[in-house]
């Protein structure tokens, strides 16, 4: 179960659209709907932002996305804003009642 | 509301064993399952395992096999993660979250576990 790969940072401006991409393999972030996205702020629980790729819980802003293309998951999130200054990530089903994060992406807004 | 609340800071010495409490309320207990996560410090995201809490059922992450149990109490809402033979690398902070079920969705506030000697 090795984790999922996302880069260590991503920054935009406010206004901007940035993306950040999870890749896994086959048989979690390919074989599975099931990637979620997480925020988190210094000190806190983490947030879900995005569930079964692309489906946001109810009370998340639509300026975040989630989309999948093979063993690649992205969340995109738009009209960036100060308090998208945050720690962000990835997690998928791995099959077999398991589940694996990402590394983690710190997002600065510039 | 739903609420997971979770026991207070530890520490222990290497070697010694830990256990962490989160009590569950605002939701049917058991038509939900829990995952633990853990966050050392500066770190990321660790999923550590998952319980039932309608049987009891439990998978672990390959990492933890044999080193974790995690148990439930129907009468208390209350699931537990019990980790030993601790060492230094285990300081962390330990979640529940609930499995919403495709997602983590509600966390505890996270108990912060300190292996020192």
């Known amino acids: 179960q090795s984790a999922l790969t996302q880069p260590a940072s991503v920054s935009g401006s406010p206004g901007q659209s940035i993306t950040i991409s999870c890749t896994g393999i086959?048989?979690?972030?390919?074989?599975?709907?099931?990637v979620s996205w997480y925020q988190q702020h210094p000190g806190k629980a983490p947030k879900v932002m995005i569930y079964?790729?692309?489906k946001r819980p109810s009370g998340v802003s639509n300026r975040f996305s989630g989309s999948k293309s093979g063993n690649t998951a992205s969340l995109t999130i738009s009209g960036l804003q100060a308090e998208d200054e945050a720690d962000y990530y990835c997690c998928s089903y791995a099959g077999s009642s398991t589940w694996v994060f990402g590394g983690g992406t710190k997002l600065t807004v510039l | 509301q739903v609420q997971l609340v979770q026991s207070g800071a530890e520490v222990k010495k290497p070697g010694a064993s830990v256990k962490v409490s989160c009590k569950a309320s605002g939701y049917t207990f058991t038509n939900y399952y829990m995952h633990w996560v853990r966050q050392a410090p500066r770190q990321g995201l660790e999923w550590m395992g998952i319980i039932n809490p309608s049987g009891g059922s439990t998978s672990y992450a390959q990492k933890f096999q044999g080193r974790v149990t995690m148990t439930r109490d129907t009468s208390t809402s209350t699931v537990d993660m019990e980790l030993s033979s601790l060492r230094s690398e285990d300081t962390a902070v330990y979640y529940c979250?609930?499995?919403?079920?495709?997602?983590?969705?509600?966390w505890g506030q996270g108990t912060l576990v300190t292996v020192s000697s």
């Open positions: 979250a609930r499995n919403g079920p495709t997602s983590f969705d509600y």
């Open positions: 086959s048989s979690d972030v390919g074989g599975y709907n099931y």
């Open positions: 079964d790729v692309s």
